[in-house]
């Protein structure tokens, strides 16, 4: 049988094996929420960068520059972190070029991996489904904030545990945590997570339509994968 396991922190990331799995990088607030959305609307492709120079150097070669440092948007850049900034006819066919404080520095380390895609509540069961049907062995990487863990990502894993939880068996017990966690949560995710660490943060930004948003399940049925160093659908 397949297994899957949870990566609660990038900075985790040397305890695994990850050559022969499937990855989930998930950044609920905000990254993986956005990268969704955009595709949801029509983007071409989005390329993650951890180096924020870097991102900011495609503006030249026609790419949108786009992200955040500290939930804040980059100064000079042409978009930020919201998912709502990437709605509608004005993203479609766009090239993106995305980097993140969190998000973005996963993807950069799960670039070994078999496969990687992209998740969030907005796309859950297209994730779920997909991980299903697949042969490959599951690791879900949470993004977290700085190295250190948080809520929201971890929610996230704990609701695809559940998904598959009579399909596919955990590696260890980060997988039951996060699926307990997800379980206590379920019924009211905005309310489980007022007291968060990075709900605080956004609050404190005037960020607020966007958290609800981006804990809303099954929005959209698109999934980014990353093909070299570029996500597409």
Request: glycine fraction near 6%; proline fraction near 3%; aromatic fraction near 8%.
């Amino acid at each position: 049988m397949k297994t899957i396991d949870v990566c609660l922190s990038p900075d985790l990331m040397h305890l695994y094996k990850v050559e022969d799995r499937t990855v989930v990088v998930v950044d609920i607030l905000r990254a993986t929420s956005c990268m969704v959305t955009a595709f949801a609307h029509g983007v071409e492709s989005i390329t993650p960068f951890a180096n924020l120079d870097m991102c900011r150097e495609m503006r030249g070669q026609g790419y949108i520059t786009s992200g955040e440092r500290d939930g804040k948007m980059v100064a000079g850049f042409d978009k930020g972190n919201s998912p709502f900034e990437y709605m509608g006819d004005q993203v479609r066919g766009m090239r993106i070029a995305f980097t993140t404080t969190n998000g973005t520095q996963a993807i950069e380390k799960s670039k070994g991996a078999k496969e990687v895609i992209i998740g969030s509540f907005l796309n859950l069961s297209a994730v779920a489904k997909h991980l299903l049907f697949s042969d490959n062995n599951i690791l879900i990487v949470c993004a977290g904030w700085k190295g250190k863990v948080n809520l929201e990502d971890t929610l996230f894993a704990g609701a695809v545990v559940e998904k598959l939880k009579d399909y596919i068996q955990p590696d260890c017990d980060a997988p039951l945590a996060a699926q307990h966690l997800y379980n206590l949560a379920k019924s009211d995710m905005v309310k489980f997570m007022s007291n968060s660490s990075h709900v605080k943060r956004l609050n404190r930004l005037n960020v607020i339509k966007d958290i609800e948003f981006c804990l809303t399940p099954d929005q959209y049925k698109v999934l980014p994968k990353l093909n070299g160093h570029v996500l597409t659908l």
